[in-house]
């Protein structure tokens, strides 16, 4: 870790990651997958310490390397050590989102930082043939690395590949929390039964994760141990983005074919996340290998197997909830999903 807070003092308030070096195992390996040759101009976002740029620019050439940092500090920092070291790159301040058409177009673009979303302007500032590699994450994990080649069209395609978690980019956070963002006392949520275990969407098992992340691309989960109310041991809660619609999921500590659903908004959240997982499971229980995501200039579509004639059922499924009403507790802590993941 080489930042917390951005950079800001958080004094006695809570204390989390915003800049570190990575693992020299995933560098590796995305240098390997990037295949940087000399003479390419590569467009590198995040410098962080400035040691993985030394390494493109070592490969690619004196002055053929950009790098992009977000942070003022962490930039002069870096600029600092390539000058020290000899190595020629051009390092930019500013958000690695727009990415840097002044020396466009490049050959490869690499993010050390996480996504969401791919911006628009890293597919218009790659060369047709070009590749841009970037880590990936959804609300719901944080988890993958995507591999896109761009054509001649003006679009980028490829596929994910599994075992990657990077801090994500500044500008697409999000800082929710349950109980101050999403919940309110006044909420009558609907009442409803669940046979599939909470801990199957939101547990150890990281394809699983995945797969419901790119198909609920808008919604996030956290635990809940022991909430203080009466016959829950443990409660999941899952919620949107724009923190209206939730559902929680409430384990008694005893029976695991059996689980109470509350849900509350416009969305059934819950029904939601149960035909993501049927749609998985239905799909033979895909990893992140098999998945792939196209950026056109109409949007994003992920896609199943190279996009083959199964990949075409939709990723997304929604069905009508059984419901009743009965009294509600929510328990009384607050808790926040969205550190940052690194």
């Given at each position: 870790?080489?930042q917390?807070n951005?950079?800001?003092?958080?004094?006695?308030?809570?204390?989390?990651a915003?800049?570190?070096a990575?693992?020299?195992?995933?560098?590796?390996r995305?240098?390997?997958?990037?295949?940087?040759h000399?003479?390419?101009?590569?467009?590198?976002?995040?410098?962080?310490?400035?040691?993985?740029?030394?390494?493109?620019?070592h490969?690619?050439?004196?002055?053929?390397?950009?790098?992009?940092?977000?942070?003022p500090?962490l930039?002069?920092?870096?600029?600092?050590?390539?000058?020290?070291?000899?190595?020629?790159?051009?390092?930019?301040?500013?958000?690695?989102?727009?990415?840097?058409?002044?020396?466009?177009?490049?050959?490869?673009?690499?993010?050390?930082?996480?996504?969401?979303?791919?911006?628009?302007?890293?597919?218009?500032?790659?060369?047709?043939?070009?590749?841009i590699?970037?880590?990936?994450?959804?609300p719901?994990?944080?988890y993958g690395?995507?591999?896109m080649?761009?054509?001649e069209?003006?679009?980028?395609?490829?596929?994910?590949?599994?075992?990657?978690?990077?801090?994500?980019?500044?500008?697409?956070?999000?800082?929710?929390?349950?109980?101050?963002?999403?919940?309110r006392?006044?909420?009558?949520?609907?009442?409803s039964?669940?046979?599939?275990?909470?801990?199957?969407?939101?547990?150890?098992?990281?394809?699983?994760?995945?797969?419901?992340?790119?198909?609920?691309?808008?919604?996030?989960?956290?635990w809940?141990?022991?909430?203080?109310?009466?016959?829950?041991a443990?409660?999941?809660?899952?919620?949107?983005?724009?923190?209206?619609?939730?559902?929680?999921?409430?384990?008694?500590?005893?029976?695991?074919?059996?689980?109470?659903v509350?849900q509350?908004?416009?969305?059934?959240?819950?029904?939601?996340?149960?035909?993501?997982?049927?749609?998985?499971?239905?799909h033979?229980?895909?990893?992140?290998?098999?998945?792939?995501?196209?950026?056109?200039?109409?949007?994003?579509?992920?896609?199943?197997?190279?996009?083959?004639?199964?990949?075409?059922?939709?990723?997304?499924?929604k069905?009508?909830?059984?419901?009743?009403?009965?009294p509600?507790?929510?328990g009384?802590?607050?808790?926040?999903?969205?550190?940052?993941c690194?």
């Amino acid at each position: 870790m080489t930042q917390i807070n951005d950079g800001k003092d958080p004094g006695d308030g809570e204390r989390w990651a915003s800049s570190s070096a990575s693992a020299p195992s995933i560098v590796f390996r995305m240098l390997h997958m990037l295949d940087v040759h000399e003479g390419h101009r590569v467009l590198e976002i995040g410098t962080g310490t400035g040691w993985n740029a030394g390494l493109l620019a070592h490969v690619a050439g004196p002055g053929n390397v950009t790098t992009m940092e977000v942070d003022p500090v962490l930039a002069g920092e870096a600029g600092e050590r390539l000058r020290k070291e000899g190595v020629t790159a051009a390092v930019v301040t500013r958000d690695g989102a727009e990415g840097y058409p002044d020396n466009a177009p490049y050959d490869r673009l690499v993010a050390t930082c996480s996504v969401r979303s791919v911006p628009r302007p890293w597919v218009d500032q790659v060369k047709p043939g070009g590749v841009i590699l970037t880590p990936w994450e959804s609300p719901w994990v944080c988890y993958g690395l995507l591999r896109m080649t761009v054509d001649e069209t003006g679009s980028a395609s490829g596929p994910f590949s599994p075992h990657s978690a990077f801090m994500l980019m500044r500008n697409q956070r999000t800082d929710l929390r349950i109980f101050r963002d999403v919940v309110r006392d006044d909420h009558q949520p609907d009442e409803s039964t669940t046979t599939l275990p909470p801990w199957r969407v939101a547990g150890d098992d990281l394809a699983a994760q995945f797969a419901m992340g790119l198909q609920l691309r808008d919604v996030w989960w956290t635990w809940h141990d022991n909430p203080d109310v009466e016959g829950v041991a443990s409660r999941l809660w899952v919620a949107t983005t724009d923190a209206t619609s939730w559902a929680a999921v409430d384990w008694d500590g005893k029976s695991d074919d059996r689980f109470t659903v509350w849900q509350h908004g416009p969305r059934r959240l819950w029904n939601e996340v149960e035909a993501a997982y049927a749609w998985w499971v239905l799909h033979d229980r895909p990893g992140p290998e098999r998945f792939g995501l196209t950026v056109s200039a109409t949007g994003e579509s992920a896609w199943l197997d190279r996009r083959s004639a199964r990949s075409r059922d939709r990723l997304t499924r929604k069905t009508a909830p059984p419901v009743r009403r009965t009294p509600w507790r929510t328990g009384g802590v607050s808790l926040c999903p969205d550190t940052p993941c690194g």
